[in-house]
């Protein structure tokens, strides 16, 4: 029998993920919003034909109504946030698949949030996961599928050049096209957020290889346009924000170990940006590896992608023990049993 799956958060990746699981026959039993597209029908809302699913901000009377496997949480970023938005779901004895990036690694930020919440998933037999791409994928599990054929690490480095010009039109409209004082004013004042997953996926690879982590330092600049850029939902003039470099440095044993750099930008162009699409992941060991992943198309594809990693984790979040769980706790795809599979 295939899932029930509840989608909470109907913004540009909940949209997204809504599509996939309707072209992949997942039955999507309720959505749930926040303040747009309530009433919405949400094969509509995903691009596709009517199917009789309306989007509702009532939680109370979909827990009254409907039976589901799962959730899928496009809400937010934060463990605290975030973890307000799916308690119910939780308390009610539904299994939730998150994004939120904190939601990755969260017992380095929040030990006691974080027992808390496994304690509550424990207690209600279901299991609470976040994934997506960074974390869970590019930083985690790749470079890890690597560290398993070394003999030996010395020192891992990633880069990743994301293109944003296809991303949620609130985050991509929050950051570019923005005067350079104006984005660093919001920078510190906390107004915009730069990429916040890179304390879950450091924490990630150490743990991976024994490591213990010193400390992890985290660095910003931003990046100007010298040129006219037009995206769907941002246009960048010349001299305003276009993308930024943010490098996270993992010191272990004082040493700099694991290096992670991001690179948001709209419509990278390695002439003037010096950096162009895709994914590179440097593995210093016995024997060293160099990765290299492009992406095609290159504008869908980190939404594409993050969007897959949360839907292609549903089947295996249901089937695993109960309990706060790291999405390298999971298996990639929904677990294969080759011995039934073979029988
Ligand atoms: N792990 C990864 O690799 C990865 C990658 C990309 C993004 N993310 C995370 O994914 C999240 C979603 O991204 P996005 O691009 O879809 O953002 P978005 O377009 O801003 O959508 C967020 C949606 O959540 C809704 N919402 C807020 N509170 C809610 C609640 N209590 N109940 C139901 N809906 C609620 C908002 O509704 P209203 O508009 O009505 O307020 C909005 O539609 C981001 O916050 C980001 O942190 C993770």
Redesign the pocket.
């Known amino acids: 029998m295939g899932i029930k799956v509840i989608q ?8 997204k993920a809504i599509e996939l699981m309707l072209r992949k026959n997942i039955e999507v039993v309720a959505a ?6 309530i009433g919405e029908d949400i094969g509509k809302l995903a691009g596709l034909g009517e199917v009789g699913v309306k989007v509702t ?1 009532d ?1 109370q009377k979909v827990l009254e109504n409907v039976k589901a496997d799962v959730v899928s949480n ?4 934060t463990l605290l946030g975030v973890y ?2 799916i308690k119910p779901f939780i308390e009610a004895g539904i299994n939730v698949v998150t ?3 904190e939601f ?1 690694y969260p017992w380095y930020r929040a030990p006691k949030l974080s027992k808390e919440i496994h304690t509550n998933a424990k207690a209600n037999n279901v299991t609470v996961v ?8 590019s930083w985690d599990f790749i470079p890890i599928a690597y560290i398993s054929a070394c003999w030996r690490v010395d020192k891992i480095k990633a880069r990743r050049v994301t293109d944003w010009s296809k ?5 991509a409209l929050l950051r570019f096209g923005k005067k350079p004082e104006e984005f660093r004013k919001g920078v510190v004042e906390g107004k915009i957020p730069l990429h ?2 890179f304390y879950e996926c450091m924490h990630l690879l150490a743990d991976s290889l024994n490591w213990k982590l010193d400390k992890i330092v985290v660095t910003w600049e931003m990046a100007v346009s010298k040129s006219f850029r037009e995206a769907e939902f941002v246009t960048v003039q010349p001299g305003t924000t276009v993308g930024f470099k943010q490098v996270a440095t993992g010191i272990v044993g004082g040493e700099a170990r694991i290096v992670l750099e991001l690179c948001p930008f709209v419509h990278p162009n390695l002439d003037e940006d010096g950096v162009e699409s895709g994914e590179t992941i440097w593995i210093e060991g016995e024997p060293s590896f160099t990765i290299t992943t492009k992406w095609a198309p290159v504008e869908d594809g ?2 594409l992608c ?1 969007v897959a ?1 949360l839907v292609n984790t549903l089947q295996s979040a249901i089937e695993a023990e109960s309990g706060l769980l790291a999405v390298t706790d999971l298996p990639l795809t929904k677990t294969v049993r080759i011995r039934e599979v073979v029988k």
């Open positions: 909470q958060g109907v913004g540009y990746l909940g949209k749930i919003g926040h303040q747009s597209h901000n939680v496009c809400t937010g970023t307000e938005h994004m939120a990036e990755g976040g994934t997506g791409l960074n974390p869970g994928f991303t949620s039109p609130r985050r916040t997953g980190t939404p993050t990693r």
